[in-house]
């Protein structure tokens, strides 16, 4: 009987790291990279508000080969295969490819629109 308890929560056990396997690697589970993209998106979204708010605002993220574009009040972050954006509610124009580093992201607000300069 103590076999048969054993075989059940073994194959049990198999069958469930399996199935787990498959809808990660199809897909149906976020990803590590995408999950980071967001995290760090809802960073930078944050501290562009805060700028916008307060004049200006820092945050450090690591960033690799990422683009980060803001138009018309729109902050958007491609990184890690993901593209994702937010809105800030401030006027802003900038663009930077292919950043790479732990940076630290100054934003502060001008009377043209938003800035950022990275550091790092």
């Known amino acids: 009987m103590v076999e048969l308890i ?3 929560l073994v194959f049990g056990l198999t069958v469930s790291l399996s199935a787990f396997s498959i809808l ?3 897909g149906s589970i976020p990803s590590l990279d995408q999950n980071q993209a967001k995290a760090q998106m809802d960073g930078m979204a944050g501290a562009a508000g805060l700028a916008a708010l ?3 605002a820092t945050v450090v993220v690591p960033l690799s080969d990422a683009t980060i574009a803001c138009s018309q009040g729109t902050l ?3 990184a890690g295969g993901s593209s994702l954006s937010s ?5 802003c124009s900038f663009r930077l490819d ?4 732990l940076c630290t992201l100054v934003f502060t607000r001008s009377q043209d ?3 950022l300069k990275v550091g790092g």
């Open 6 to 8: 054993e075989y059940v």
């Open 24 to 26: 990660i690697l199809s």
């Open 54 to 56: 307060n004049g200006n």
């Open 76 to 78: 958007s972050l491609s």
């Open 87 to 91: 809105p800030i509610g401030y006027p």
């Open 98 to 101: 292919g950043v790479s580093c």
């Open 113 to 115: 629109g938003l800035l």
